[in-house]
């Protein structure tokens, strides 16, 4: 059964959750009671409490304090506000980095860091997961039944990794586990090369620059351990509060795209997601930064399986760790705020609640300044937003179900960018998936963001960005997706290694890609910064692929040979000039394009607005949108909640037709041309 509708993330509280990161503990209990008031006025329902107030909940080993966060808790209980309260894992206490340095993590070149930061401690120290879990479980036992309860909060930005003794035998552990024999892992690795074969499992060591890493291999695994043993302290957290609060939601807030750690995985132990979002507003162009950001909205409801997360973090104003403190212009706070809401937040919380008085946030954006009343302009753009929240209560739980699914996967990331051609570092994987991305936020059509282990049989369209690895089973998969009836749009350097970062002999696209596409890439043209070349469609009989005109690539052009695949454009300079550049192929019931370089936007324009057509995708607002003007839909399939959102610095016109809708922000009726204000945003219903 298709689910349109989920329920709230907390039953007890069926609202919109409004509110930001609280720090009680480093205010005098006379700044509570204005914190009180000042929640009200602001419209803000929910604090997430007590991230890195270990030391003022544990001041001395096994000494605990526990009445400050009774009486904020009480306090929040009794004006009608919740609690998102959190571990205090993300920062130990000094006394005890000090009695026990193995919790403090070690670097690659083996040095142990000294005390400080927030992320510097050990995820497989005995010590660290026994200190984590005993105040992770006096917190559950003390507060499970509390009315101000709503979601625990694990941790902050779980990050990092740590080369101590512990870590490096764990990650002997893992690879044992994964390869069983030292035949299997040097194959796997291919250690022969330099002669790195390894001849005893106590030679294995993670990568460091004081050793090891030109094994792609290797290095591919230590990110995989990494995320693994992450979800493994998580997951001791998680049995913590577990051991008494059995019923109340867990979450814990990821960073967007970190390349760090495989939010897939780590998704599959949380009862709702959760991240913090700070895009750069007014530098540049928002129309791009608002897709853009849309984008890694959309991969948060997707984890999930399309559930609404949670805007754990944003910022009401400016924030401080940029290069430069660009604050919100008026409007762009409410505009930027419901952007999440469109794309699945049932929340909207900020870092900052209280701007602190010093350390190394205290200029962060907050929604009550350093002046400490409500008369500022951050303040009222907050409180506007918390009565535009108050009457959009409909549209909580409600999600969509896009006929696009794009694919973008850490692991793929994670072995592109390691590999040492045909470009070095970053390979532009990410630019890519968004590039593509696009193209449907332009024409209001949503899409799903999905890695390469989720089910495609949904899905009218799958695209596939630089697929450079192909895990076991996916091209199978992708196989049987076109097969059914499917289409799917793959680029160059895709099929090009198997799971361990082994390059697939016999050509590429490996495994079945190479059938499905009906083509054989010989090569790739990394193109210098600035070349480029140039793609021109060729004429076809039936359905063309809706070109017009010639397009510009850049950094990529794939040599391919046509087997069995259509060529519907061509290259028109370099010594290629004539080959494929765009193919199509035939397969059993469904179709397989194959674009060989990266093309422009126009490009992409024209060539995915011919299959919406085609495939009839689904559409937020059957409308043609101006330029940085989205449409995103959520439904609880029955009623459409359509946000209509002007990224642009000018009012801007849009032709609704005959349709009548109505505006939940202000109940107006709304039909034909209708005018969107400077950075304004309309939810419309029918």
């Not at 403090?104 to 200190?131: A, I």
């Not at 106590?202 to 620059?209: A, F, K, L, N, Y």
């Not at 090891?212 to 998580?234: A, C, P, Y």
């Not at 996916?474 to 350097?493: C, P, S």
Request: proline residues 5%; aromatic residues 12%.
């Amino acid at each position: 059964m298709t689910i349109y509708k989920y329920p709230p993330i907390n039953p007890k509280a069926p609202v919109f959750l409004h509110g930001g990161d609280y720090n009680p503990d480093q205010w005098p209990e006379d700044v509570w009671e204005q914190d009180m008031r000042l929640m009200k006025l602001s419209h803000c329902n929910a604090m997430t409490v007590g991230i890195f107030a270990w030391t003022a909940l544990e001041p001395a080993e096994g000494e605990f304090d526990f009445g400050w966060l009774d009486r904020v808790m009480d306090m929040l209980a009794e004006n009608n506000s919740y609690a998102v309260l959190a571990t205090p894992s993300g920062a130990r206490p000094i006394w005890m980095a000090q009695k026990y340095p193995e919790v403090l993590r070690v670097r690659p070149d083996r040095g142990r860091n000294l005390f400080g930061r927030r992320h510097n401690h050990c995820f497989t120290s005995p010590v660290y997961r026994e200190k984590t879990y005993t105040i992770d479980a006096k917190l559950a036992e003390r507060y499970q039944n509390h009315p101000a309860l709503l979601v625990w909060h694990l941790s902050n930005e779980y990050n990092g990794a740590c080369h101590c003794d512990l870590c490096r035998a764990a990650f002997r552990d893992w690879v044992k586990a994964r390869y069983a024999t030292l035949d299997a892992l040097n194959q796997a690795w291919w250690t022969a090369f330099w002669s790195h074969t390894y001849t005893d499992w106590s030679q294995i060591e993670p990568p460091s620059e004081i050793g090891e890493t030109s094994v792609h291999g290797l290095n591919l695994d230590w990110k995989r351990f990494t995320t693994d043993q992450t979800i493994d302290f998580m997951e001791n957290e998680i049995a913590a509060l577990r051991q008494f609060s059995t019923d109340t939601p867990i979450t814990t807030n990821f960073m967007g795209t970190f390349p760090g750690l495989n939010y897939w995985k780590m998704a599959k132990d949380l009862d709702v997601v959760s991240w913090d979002s700070y895009p750069m507003w007014h530098k540049g162009d928002n129309v791009e930064l608002a897709a853009d950001t849309a984008f890694v909205h959309d991969i948060n409801r997707c984890l999930k399986g399309g559930k609404p997360f949670m805007l754990m973090e944003s910022v009401p104003s400016a924030t401080n760790w940029v290069p430069s403190a660009k604050v919100k212009r008026p409007g762009m706070h409410a505009l930027s705020s419901l952007q999440a809401v469109a794309h699945g937040s049932d929340t909207v919380q900020y870092f900052q609640w209280r701007k602190s008085q010093g350390s190394s946030e205290k200029f962060h954006g907050a929604v009550v300044d350093h002046v400490g009343h409500e008369n500022t302009r951050v303040f009222r753009d907050v409180a506007d937003l918390g009565q535009k929240l108050e009457k959009l209560q409909d549209v909580i739980g409600t999600t969509v179900r896009p006929d696009v699914a794009i694919i973008y996967d850490w692991e793929n990331a994670w072995a592109m960018n390691d590999a040492q051609g045909p470009r070095r570092g970053d390979k532009g994987y990410l630019d890519a998936c968004k590039h593509h991305y696009r193209a449907f936020w332009a024409q209001g059509i949503p899409v799903d963001i999905i890695d390469m282990e989720q089910d495609f049989s949904g899905y009218k369209l799958l695209i596939a960005p630089m697929l450079y690895m192909i895990r076991p089973g996916v091209d199978e998969r992708i196989a049987e997706f076109v097969k059914t009836g499917g289409t799917l749009v793959i680029t160059y350097w895709s099929g090009i290694v198997n799971d361990s970062d082994l390059v697939f002999l016999g050509g590429w696209p490996g495994g079945k890609l190479r059938e499905v596409q009906g083509i054989w890439a010989e090569e790739i043209d990394a193109l210098y910064e600035g070349d480029t070349n140039t793609v021109v469609p060729v004429p076809v009989t039936g359905n063309g692929p809706g070109l017009k005109g010639e397009y510009t690539a850049r950094d990529y052009c794939d040599l391919i040979h046509p087997e069995t695949a259509q060529v519907l454009a061509t290259y028109k300079s370099d010594f290629y000039a004539g080959r494929a550049a765009l193919t199509v192929n035939a397969y059993g019931e469904g179709r397989a394009y194959t674009i060989s370089s990266n093309n422009d936007d126009r490009f992409f324009s024209d060539f995915y607005g011919n299959l919406a057509g085609e495939l009839d995708l689904l559409r937020s607002l059957d409308a043609h949108l101006p330029h940085g003007i989205s449409a995103q839909l959520r439904t609880d399939g029955e009623r459409p909640f359509i946000f209509l959102m002007n990224y642009n610095d000018a009012v801007r016109g849009i032709d609704l037709g005959t349709t009548v809708y109505t505006d939940l922000l202000t109940g107006e009726k709304l039909t034909g041309v209708v005018k969107l204000g400077v950075y304004d945003v309309k939810v419309l219903t029918v």
